[in-house]
């Protein structure tokens, strides 16, 4: 398929929203860790997105109502981007109560982001064939992860120029996410968006009366918490616990990030043949696998963290392209901003409370075999083992007939592990080639 103009767009957006996230977001922890943060505060302003995520969602539903979803996204997230100022100046004018600050201005970030959400979801959801989200979604996320990967590189060889507990780095790049968050609103603001299908003003009570998303609603919520529960202790344990550098710790990112790169259209393509159900029920039980490679993780088994992150890397592509088809699948096009807000309400209360709860087992579980940040992780992985389970349940809401996972897993793979890599390959530098 040939994307039109308001394809590219939306593409193009996403990679430059990834790199500004991978200026910002992504060094927000080691930035915190610089001011003495403990795990306890670093799950804390892990969970503060999902805090403004379930308060943004009635607002952001209600305003398509009255705003064009255009303005509602440019004026919002220009907000978002300009509210990194606060952080930059906290080391230097909010010494006393540092951690405070950065913790409510990132609510305050995320929640005139996610106050957009539904004008993002429903615009994208508008502009793109059903037949052909897989390979269109599949190619955003391809260039989500470029552009991720390719500022937080930059900004870790940069970060480690200073000492390793200095702030002063940070206000360098995180400058940058902010311009470059800027660039990736213009692009949204080029999109030609057709009138949005839903022109009834909905009452408060509807927002909580919709049962179409619920089986699917609670296998996410579950999954919320099981992956939230230890995805914010990693950055820790690299950082603190294994005592690595910036470098390693983003080269872990890269790893994982060029491995999301090159599976995301090819996982688009599967999902578009054999439906979303399987790719989400195989790719989250991937994700389990990777905490459980960190439990043998020790400064002297530090190459275990190689194959974590690839694994890492190939099931989180799945996880997000099938979650978002899935959650498109089970949404009506009419009512789209309402459930969707429903929906991502109901999902964001597990990942305020588990990045907490797993910073609170870190620092507290000290008298089993297993201790601290490794004993999260195990309790993680069994978690999101359980989730795949519950994700088999489901029915498929896209593809035509039932396909076996065995079957979707050995199509996934290609059989031949030589023939996926040359597939993956092959793939992308047609999609650059071709439709850019």
Known sequence: MRFDRNQKKLIINGGLWAAYEGFTSAFLAAFALTLGASNTVIGAISAMPFVALIFSQIPGAKLIEYVSRKKIYVTSTTISRLLWIFIIITPYFFKEHPLFVITFTYFLIRYTEYVTDASWTTTAADITPVKKRGILFGTRNMFLVFGLMAASTIGAFYLDLFPKNSPHGFTT???????????????????????????????????????????????????????????????????????????IYIGTIIITSILKM????????????????????????????????????????????????????????????????????????????????????????????????????????????????????LVSAILRLISSGLMYRISEPRAKRKYDLLFVFKRAVAIHPEKFAEHLVNGIVARVRNRF
């Not at 919320?224 to 914010?232: Q, T």
């Open 262 to 377: 090159l599976s995301n259209r090819h996982w688009g393509i599967i999902t578009d043949r054999y439906g979303d159900k399987p790719v989400a029920v195989i790719c989250m039980f991937g994700t389990a696998l990777v905490p459980l490679t960190y439990l043998f993780v020790t400064p002297n088994t530090l190459w275990l963290i190689v194959p974590a992150q690839i694994i890492s890397g190939i099931a989180w592509a799945g996880v997000d392209l099938s979650a978002f088809n899935l959650l498109l699948d089970f949404t009506n096009p009419k009512r789209r901003a309402t459930e969707i807000a429903q929906h991502n309400m109901i999902i964001a209360i597990p990942l305020i409370i588990s990045p907490i709860f797993g910073g609170i087992l870190a620092d507290n579980i000290q008298h089993f075999v297993i201790t601290g940040i490794p004993f999260v992780f």
């Open 173 to 247: 790049i995180f400058t940058m996410g902010i311009l470059i968050g800027l660039l990736a609103t213009t692009q949204f603001g080029k999109i030609k968006i057709p009138p949005y299908q839903d022109h009834k003003h909905h009452q408060l009570k509807e927002f909580f009366s919709r049962k179409t998303l619920k089986p699917y609603t609670s296998i996410i919520f579950f999954f919320n918490f099981a992956y939230s529960l230890a995805s914010p202790l990693f950055v820790v344990y690299i950082l603190k616990n294994l005592g690595l550098s910036y470098k």
